[in-house]
C-alpha cells in the first residue's frame, strides 16, 4: 500500500513539473513573437532593411530603412480607415515637440520618441521641404 502511495506522490509531482514545463514553454514562445515595440529609437540602431512602423492617432508611417548613414528610408503614409499614400524617399531628422516660441523648431537629432513629433525631410531637407508627424504614440521595429 504505501509503494502505491508513492508511486502516486512520484506521478503527481512529475504532472505538475510536466504542466509547469509546458507552460513555461508556451510563454516563452509568446514572447518571441511580440512586436518589437519600444518608447524610442535611435537611428544608429537600425540596419539597411529595417522597416520602422510609427503611429499616430490618426496616421501609421512604414518607414523602410535605405541608408542608415545619411537616415534615409522609403515612407508610407496609412491613415486610419483609408488607403495608403507614398511618400517616397525621406530623412529622418528626429523628435521635436514642434515650433517653440519665435518659430524656432528644436529637433533632437537622430532618434524617435513616442509623444514627440518625428521631423522629417524631402528633397534639399531646406525647411519649406521639412514635415513633422502627429504626436508619435507607438513605435515598431521589424527587422
Same mark, same amino acid.
Given at each position: 500500500?504505501? +509503494?502505491?502511495? !508513492?508511486? #502516486?506522490?512520484? @506521478?503527481?509531482?512529475?504532472?505538475?513539473?510536466?504542466?509547469?514545463? *509546458?507552460?513555461?514553454?508556451?510563454?516563452?514562445?509568446?514572447?518571441? *513573437?511580440?512586436?518589437?515595440?519600444? &518608447?524610442?529609437?535611435?537611428?544608429? &540602431? /537600425?540596419?539597411?532593411?529595417?522597416?520602422?512602423?510609427?503611429?499616430?492617432?490618426?496616421?501609421?508611417?512604414?518607414? %523602410?530603412? @535605405?541608408?542608415?548613414?545619411?537616415?534615409?528610408?522609403?515612407? +508610407?503614409?496609412?491613415?486610419?480607415?483609408?488607403?495608403?499614400?507614398? @511618400?517616397? *524617399?525621406?530623412?529622418?531628422?528626429?523628435?521635436?515637440?514642434?515650433?517653440?516660441?519665435?518659430? *524656432?523648431?528644436?529637433?533632437?537629432?537622430?532618434?524617435?520618441?513616442? +509623444?514627440?513629433?518625428?521631423? /522629417?525631410?524631402?528633397?534639399? /531637407?531646406?525647411?519649406? +521641404?521639412?514635415? %513633422?508627424?502627429?504626436?508619435?504614440?507607438? #513605435? !515598431?521595429?521589424? !527587422?
Amino acid at each position: 500500500m504505501n +509503494n502505491r502511495k !508513492n508511486r #502516486i506522490g512520484v @506521478i503527481a509531482v512529475m504532472a505538475c513539473m510536466g504542466a509547469w514545463l *509546458l507552460g513555461a514553454a508556451i510563454a516563452f514562445s509568446a514572447d518571441q *513573437l511580440a512586436t518589437n515595440t519600444l &518608447d524610442q529609437i535611435r537611428f544608429g &540602431d /537600425l540596419k539597411s532593411g529595417d522597416t520602422i512602423v510609427i503611429e499616430t492617432a490618426t496616421e501609421t508611417y512604414e518607414l %523602410q530603412m @535605405i541608408n542608415t548613414q545619411r537616415a534615409s528610408a522609403m515612407a +508610407n503614409r496609412i491613415e486610419t480607415g483609408s488607403s495608403s499614400e507614398s @511618400i517616397g *524617399l525621406v530623412r529622418l531628422l528626429g523628435a521635436t515637440v514642434g515650433k517653440q516660441r519665435g518659430g *524656432l523648431t528644436l529637433v533632437e537629432m537622430g532618434v524617435i520618441r513616442t +509623444n514627440m513629433k518625428l521631423e /522629417l525631410g524631402l528633397g534639399n /531637407l531646406h525647411s519649406d +521641404n521639412r514635415f %513633422q508627424t502627429e504626436p508619435i504614440t507607438a #513605435i !515598431n521595429v521589424i !527587422n
